[in-house]
C-alpha cells in the first residue's frame, strides 16, 4: 500500500493570516492520521511564512505517526533536525521568492554538503530523502551519497496542461521510480497532486509514498478534513487496471 504523508503546512498558513493560534496544526494532524495518514509532512522555510518552530515541537510531542520534516540544506536547518528527531528529513531546495518548491535539488552541484548533511543525520538516526526531478543523474548522485530515499518532484507533471505532454512526463517518471529502485533508494513522490492527477503516480509499482498538502487542504474547506484526507488515501490504494 502506498502511504499518505499529510503536508499541513496551509493550516498554519490560515492561522498566520489573522495571527490567532487556531486552526491549530497539531489538531490538523491527529485528524488527518485519524483518517488515513501514514505521516505528518511539514516544511519549516527559513522564512518561517507558514509552519514556525514552535509547529514542529508540538507536531513531534504530540503526533501518533512519524513526522518528516521538509528543509532547506543550511547548517541552522540541520542543527534542528537534531533537536527535533524527525523521523525523516527531506531536503528541499529553497528561494525566497517563490510561493513553493518550484524544482528538484541540484544532487550534482551539492554533492560533498549534501553528503555531509546525510551522514550526520544518520549518525542520529535520521533518515534523508532528498527532492529531485525525474532525472536519472541527480537520482544516481542522491543514490552514490546514501539517501535513504528520493522524492520525486511531480510539479511538472501536475501542471502539464496538454495530455500528450503529460503523458511523456508521467513516463519519465515512471522509468525513474523503476532506476531508483534498481539502485536500492525508497521511492517517494509529491508535489501539485490533486484528486484528478493522483492515480497513475500512486499506480507506479516502486511508489512508496506520496506527500500531498494544498489539493486536500483547499477541498476540506467543502469535505472537511477527515473526508479531504480519507478520500485520497482511498485513491491512492485503489489498484488502476
Ligand atoms: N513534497 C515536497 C518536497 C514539497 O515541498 C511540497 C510542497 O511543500 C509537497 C510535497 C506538497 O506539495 P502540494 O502542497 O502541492 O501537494
Redesign the pocket.
Known sequence: MVRL?I?I??IATIRNARGENFPSVVEAALVAETNGADLI?V?LREDRRHIKDADVINLRNNIKTELNL?MALTQEMIDFALEIKPNFV?I?PEKRQEL??EGGLNVLANFDALGNAIEILKAHNILT?L?VDANSDQITAASDLGAYSI?I???KY?NCKKPYLQNDVYYQIKDMCELANSLELVV???????YHNVKPIANIPQMNE????????ANSIFWGLPKAVAKMKQLICEKQF
Open positions: 504523508g503536508n503546512d496551509h509532512t516544511h521538509e527531506c528541499v513553493t518548491t530523502s527532492f522524492e518532484h511531480t510539479g501536475a517517494n513522490a509529491g508535489h501539485g497532486l490533486t506520496l506527500n500531498i498538502g494544498f489539493a486536500i487542504i
